[in-house]
């Protein structure tokens, strides 16, 4: 794989981060920075990986399923990202923002979120690509997207509150739309 196709695989495999980190930082989250980056970084290094073991035959399951369990929870955050959104009560969203972002939801959310992960791992096996490069390239642009998510999120919604997080819902679900019809790894 050249120089460049690893970049795109990044790049590609980070807009779930991001997406995620956007609302994330518009929920007011931002104050929780490294542990969010952190523990995506560590799945999207570990979860190609946990997938080149796994091997060929549970590849078209998984493909399947991690595509679909992906583009659910986005849907599940997007929807809950405009019901807050548009509910009256603003600590309720702050509390569940600081539920989510606990080690166990985050755990939780990036486990969701590098499903799909699985398979790009069961590809690396297939190809000339050292698995361990992939994976750092992976987990480099995923913690990049999480950072830069969380700091547009948190300038979001200071300037423009709660438009920010519906938008960012919306974002969500049209990126489920896309991971559930293979448009992203």
Known sequence: MSAAELMTV????????FAVALLLGALGQEGRRWRIAGV???????????GLLIGSVASDYLADAGRFISATLLV???LLAIREATAQDASLDEHLAAKVTTWGGLM??????SMDNLVVGFALGLGDTDPFLLS???ASFAVAYTLL????GTTSRRHWGRSAQAASGLLLILLAVAVAAGRFA
Not at 10 to 17: A, H, P, R, S, W
Not at 40 to 50: D, R, S
Not at 108 to 113: I, K, Y
């Open 136 to 138: 750092a390239v992976i």
């Open 76 to 78: 599940g955050l997007g």
């Open 108 to 113: 939780l959310l990036a486990a969701g979120l």
């Open 40 to 50: 995506f970084g560590v799945f999207e290094f570990t979860i190609p990986l946990v």
């Open 149 to 152: 998510g969380l700091r547009l």
């Open 10 to 17: 990044g790049l590609i495999i980070g807009v779930n981060n």
